[in-house]
């Protein structure tokens, strides 16, 4: 148990090595939103060889990875993956209602901004 006042990126690694010491697995693959992964995480998981998947946005990859991934067109339900950097791979997949949710929220929004 950590203390309440304790951020949540900060417990996600002594969890992880303690379930290790428990389990005795070869093997824990961890699964986490952003809210959990910081990038400080992200680093001493892979200092430690730790295998894990989390989830991101296109918006918060670099330019670079930008511009391999806007050009595909993936139809409704397809997905692909590229190469990242120290040996990540982003597995990233289209949905067309997300993308038409994520259309009407851009619209709301810009509608908000222009009646203030």
Same mark, same amino acid.
């Given at each position: 148990?950590?203390? =309440?006042? #304790?951020?949540? @990126?900060?417990?996600?690694?002594? /969890?992880?090595?303690? +379930? $290790?010491?428990? *389990? !005795? !697995? *070869?093997?824990?693959? /961890? /699964?986490? *939103?952003?809210?959990?992964?910081?990038?400080?995480?992200?680093?001493? +998981?892979?200092?430690?060889?730790?295998? +894990?998947?989390?989830?991101? =946005?296109?918006?918060?990859?670099?330019?670079?990875?930008? =511009?391999?991934?806007?050009?595909? #067109?993936?139809?409704?339900?397809?997905?692909?993956?590229?190469? #990242?950097?120290?040996?990540? #791979?982003?597995? +990233?997949?289209?949905?067309?209602? %997300?993308?038409? !949710? *994520?259309?009407?929220? @851009?619209?709301? =929004?810009? $509608?908000?901004?222009?009646? %203030?």
């Amino acid at each position: 148990m950590f203390e =309440r006042n #304790k951020h949540e @990126r900060n417990t996600l690694l002594p /969890v992880v090595e303690s +379930f $290790k010491k428990i *389990d !005795k !697995k *070869d093997q824990i693959v /961890v /699964v986490a *939103d952003t809210g959990l992964m910081s990038k400080q995480n992200i680093k001493e +998981f892979i200092e430690k060889e730790y295998e +894990f998947i989390v989830g991101a =946005r296109i918006k918060s990859e670099t330019e670079a990875l930008k =511009r391999q991934i806007l050009p595909l #067109k993936l139809n409704d339900g397809q997905s692909a993956a590229l190469q #990242k950097q120290e040996g990540q #791979k982003l597995i +990233f997949c289209y949905s067309a209602q %997300r993308a038409k !949710k *994520d259309e009407y929220n @851009r619209k709301h =929004r810009v $509608k908000e901004l222009e009646i %203030r």
